[in-house]
């Protein structure tokens, strides 16, 4: 990480991705229902990335989460748990135990990683996408369908097989706007404002396959994603293709 760019505090679903568990303060109840903790390993929705689901355990009750979302800034948490169904919540100051629900979560994780690899698999500008529990797509600036969908479905398998690292590093916004080749999206800017950008690599030094902007969570290592499939192609405008990707 540059010395300009400092990490900065984060909630632990971004620290610790695979953390299943987590007992925490309530920091304070929302009107509709909602509930805020002091940290959350539960990811809320953003970025094509659904929120996460679980439950919330505490000394005489407990609550299924159907998932979360953002706080707005100032809010006494920086995720908002939603409830599934309206039943009486925790109060604020409890200590509660958050419990992920793991395998939904890791499967988003490993579709997310993918649509990754997808982006470099087809080498064009992305103009949207979505993560599921199941398959993904991404939308391209793609004026013609590929020629060779089974060779873009082995290159991909083939970096799954390769077992390459995912991990984060940090840049300043000033250094990304100085590499503006790094942001892939058309449609959704990487999240910046705070002097900080936390990028996602796959691949390290010379075996380095990609490096974009990105807040959501991934898998370890290229390994963990699985067997990989293309799926339909749908035209989405004169320009603009949608190609969906499915775990094996």
């Known amino acids: ?8 505090q984060q909630q632990s679903y971004r620290i610790h991705p695979y953390a299943r568990d987590l007992e925490v303060r309530v920091t304070g109840l929302t009107d509709e229902g909602g509930i805020y903790c002091a940290d959350s390993i539960f990811y809320p929705t953003g970025g094509g990335q659904p929120g996460d689901s679980g439950k919330l355990v505490w000394d005489g009750g407990e609550i299924e989460i159907a998932t979360a979302v953002k706080a707005e ?16 919540l925790p109060p604020v100051g409890a200590q509660v135990q958050q419990h ?7 499967r988003h994780m490993r579709v997310h990683t993918a649509l990754h690899l997808l982006s470099v698999a087809i080498p064009l500008p992305v103009t949207g996408g979505q993560i ?3 398959k993904g797509r991404l939308d391209f600036d793609m004026p013609e369908r590929p020629e060779d969908l089974e060779a873009i479905e082995r290159q991909l398998n083939d970096w799954i097989a390769q077992d390459l690292k995912v991990v984060e590093h940090w840049i300043t916004d000033a250094e990304l706007e100085a590499q503006p080749d ?10 910046k404002g705070q002097g900080w950008v936390r990028l996602v690599a796959i691949g390290e030094e010379a075996d380095r396959i990609d490096l ?9 290592s290229t390994g963990e994603i699985g067997g990989l499939r293309i799926g339909k192609i749908e035209k989405k405008g004169k320009m603009n293709r949608r190609v969906h990707l499915h775990l094996a």
Do not use: F
């Open 1 to 8: 990480m540059p010395e300009t760019a400092k990490q900065p």
């Open 73 to 88: 800034p100032g809010a006494p948490g920086a995720v908002i748990l939603v409830p599934a169904e309206p039943q009486p």
């Open 100 to 106: 992920l629900d793991w395998e939904r979560r890791h």
């Open 132 to 134: 599921g529990s199941e």
């Open 182 to 191: 790094l942001v892939k999206t058309l449609s959704v800017a990487p999240p």
């Open 212 to 220: 974009q902007p990105c807040g959501g969570t991934h898998v370890a």
